[in-house]
């Protein structure tokens, strides 16, 4: 058996408290964790077809270890698969295994496989367990944790789902090895994130350490990530259900979706991307309001722009951008309260406020100056 190395950090919601743990080789190893958890088995695990080919085995090998029989359900790879039809297929295709109250779903993979198998859980006889095995970045730092869950409709992304607790998640930081650049850059999007919303410091260390990070330091990134979740577990302990303080957490997202409507969800602008854009959009607004310093909006853009991250919309290949869809899309942004826009902006890095007094004449300043640059 391979070494481990792993922390683990508490979320404290009470009855639906969780452990997250973050390591080395955690799936090849998941039988040491996993058991308790299995009330019942199978235990069903849900993946994609791409960490099935890369990962799958060795999850399955180690809870055969452990005695623990299992099942897997395999959905396409993309966002696609986030769709009412694609639900249906799933709960169907469960119920066929023969569950009972006391089984436990697994999901391995990124946030879309995380989504809808949350969501799955939650309705399931009514409320299963289930148990976050994230693969991609992203939803190592971010989808696994806090409970969101959901599927995308005509009307919109995410829009259907419930908040749902796992019992457990299993960040292992070594399959992060076989992940697209692409898609570990817009992962590391989130990450900068915590730094620029709440963490000066932690800012500052990825100034230092995001190079190494991202060409593969298993530390670093069990830092990163240890860090990002116990920020983001934090703001969730504080406000579960995002009545409040929680929408920190959507820092440069509102002009990250405006872009991602715009590009149709796809391949052409990552989630990720679009936040780092989207990030580096909010703290130029903040600047032109005279909140935060210019100095600060810079360093912000510059260390997204140098470990290779989008930070202006031009950078976006064959795109062409029009101000008024983007205000559109914003406006129908589902953060949107009492037909007030929300924004979340700096005071400077580390220090993000919410606020719905903006000054919209220079929001389309700042995004016509974006679109032309
Ligand atoms: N619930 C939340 O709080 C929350 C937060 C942020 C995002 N999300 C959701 O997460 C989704 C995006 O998640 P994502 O970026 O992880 O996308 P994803 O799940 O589509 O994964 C991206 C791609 O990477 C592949 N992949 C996954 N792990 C891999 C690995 N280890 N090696 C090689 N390939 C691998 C997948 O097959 C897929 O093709 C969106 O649907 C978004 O709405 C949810
Ligand atoms: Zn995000």
């Known amino acids: 058996m391979m070494m481990t190395n792993s922390e683990t950090l508490r979320v404290d919601l009470n009855d639906r408290s969780y452990d997250i743990i973050v390591g080395a080789n955690l799936i090849p190893n998941a039988g040491e964790h996993i058991p308790q958890f299995v009330k ?5 695990i849900v ?3 791409n960490v099935a080919e890369l990962h799958l085995e060795n999850i399955v090998k180690s809870l055969q270890e452990a005695n623990i029989t299992s099942k897997t359900i395999l959905l396409p790879a993309g966002e696609n698969t986030k769709s009412y039809e694609g639900f249906c297929e799933l709960l169907n295709d469960i119920l066929d295994t023969g569950i009972e109250r006391r089984s436990c779903l697994i ?3 990124g946030g879309v496989i995380g989504d809808i198998t949350g969501f799955a859980a939650s309705v399931l006889l009514r409320g299963i367990d289930f148990i976050q095995i994230p693969t991609t970045l992203l939803a190592q730092v971010d989808s696994s944790v806090g409970g969101k869950t959901g ?9 259907v789902g419930s908040f749902y607790q796992p019992r457990l998640v299993l960040a292992d930081t070594t399959v992060l090895d076989t992940l697209p650049r692409r898609e570990l850059l817009a992962g590391y999007s989130e990450i900068v994130k915590y730094g620029l919303l709440g963490d000066r410091p932690f800012f500052e260390w990825l100034e230092e350490n995001g190079h190494s990070l991202i060409e593969g330091d298993e530390e670093l990134r ?3 990530i240890v860090t990002s979740c116990s920020a983001k577990a934090s703001i969730v302990a504080q406000d ?3 009545s409040g303080s929680r929408a920190l957490l959507n820092l440069g997202h509102t002009f990250g979706h405006a872009l991602e409507a715009e590009t149709g969800f796809g391949d052409k602008l990552l989630h990720g991307e679009a936040v780092s854009i989207g990030m580096t959009m909010a703290f130029d607004l903040s600047a032109r309001m005279g909140l935060c310093s210019t100095e600060d909006a810079a360093r912000v853009r510059k260390h997204l722009n140098v470990v290779g991250l989008p930070v202006d919309p031009t950078n976006i290949a064959g795109q062409s951008w029009k101000c008024d869809a983007l205000l559109s899309h914003m406006a129908k942004d589902k953060k949107v309260r009492d037909g007030k826009m929300t924004f979340i902006l700096p005071r400077g890095i580390g220090d993000s406020f919410i606020t719905s007094d903006v000054d919209l004449a220079l929001v389309e300043a700042m995004l016509d100056d974006a679109i032309a640059a």
Do not use: C, F, M, Y
Request: hydrophobic share 30%; proline share 4%; charged share 35%.
């Open 222 to 224: 069990r830092k990163a």
């Open 240 to 242: 579960e259900k995002e």
């Open 40 to 44: 019942r088995d199978p235990a069903i």
């Open 47 to 49: 993946t994609d077809v």
């Open 107 to 109: 999901a391995l993979g």
């Open 151 to 159: 599927i995308n409709t005509q009307h919109g992304k995410n829009l």
